[in-house]
């Protein structure tokens, strides 16, 4: 398997609901990201966790919430969003050691906030 | 301060139109250099990681290279489906697990 699966592929929420997006690798990888990307731009590293551990948080605001229960799962909790946080959000893995290593990138939740 | 310039921004290509398209690099270290194919709306695929400079990957009608300061992907007669968005994305010693990505190149190719 050599996939990154995300869910759902697409989200429409209001500001006042909760929701989670999830994220699944059974590559073995031990680092898992979540990434956020607006048309027409680059994928923005919001968190990393290494080894289930949250290693990077790039001052993401606190409405957004990642969870790393196991090393195969990635979750992004979502709490009164503004509609200026409506992207492309991506979820991808990487095996963090040896030399050859790629970051595998899932393919995305089109979140849509009303 | 790491940086990731890709140009050109937007290239138009007709079928069978060989060119490159060009990632220049400002690093304090690299552990790695990568190029990522992303269609709308879905995530990015990845195509190649360079390590070192003077090293070259191939993969069908792309063909990667890199430099001490700059990467380049070449694309030998392309097809419609390669029109697609090209991210160059560079991985800096140090440590951290943060990428530093270009802008990407926008490659259409006509028919």
């Known amino acids: 398997d050599t996939e990154v699966t995300q869910t759902p592929k697409h989200l429409v929420m209001g500001m006042t609901n909760k929701k989670s997006l999830k994220c699944e690798q059974h590559?073995?990888?031990?680092?898992m990201y979540w990434y956020k990307q607006k048309a027409k731009k680059p994928p923005e590293l919001m968190f990393v966790?290494?080894?289930?551990?949250?290693?990077i948080n790039e001052s993401v605001p606190s409405r957004f919430s990642p969870e790393c229960p196991n090393s195969s799962l990635l979750n992004l909790h979502l709490h009164a969003l503004q509609p200026e946080d409506s992207a492309l959000y991506l979820c991808?893995?990487?095996?963090?050691?040896?030399?050859?290593?790629?970051?595998?990138f899932g393919s995305g939740t089109r979140l849509t906030v009303v | 301060e790491d940086q990731v310039t890709q140009s050109p921004e937007a290239l138009r290509l007709q079928e069978g139109e060989s060119s490159s398209l060009n990632c220049s690099y400002t690093?304090?270290?690299?552990?790695?250099l990568f190029w990522y194919r992303q269609d709308p709306g879905k995530g990015p695929e990845f195509l190649f990681t360079?390590?070192?400079a003077g090293e070259e990957k191939e993969k069908e009608r792309l063909k990667a290279t890199l430099t001490k300061k700059e990467s380049f992907l070449h694309i030998t007669a392309p097809k419609p489906e390669d029109s697609a968005t090209y991210l160059c994305?560079?991985?800096?010693?140090?440590?951290?697990?943060?990428?530093?990505f270009g802008k990407g190149t926008k490659l259409t190719v006509n028919p």
């Open positions: 966790y290494s080894y289930e551990k949250l290693s």
């Open positions: 994305a560079v991985h800096p010693q140090g440590g951290s697990e943060k990428l530093v």
């Open positions: 991808a893995s990487s095996p963090l050691q040896g030399r050859y290593y790629g970051y595998t």
């Open positions: 690093v304090s270290g690299l552990r790695g």
């Open positions: 590559m073995g990888h031990r680092a």
């Open positions: 360079l390590y070192s």
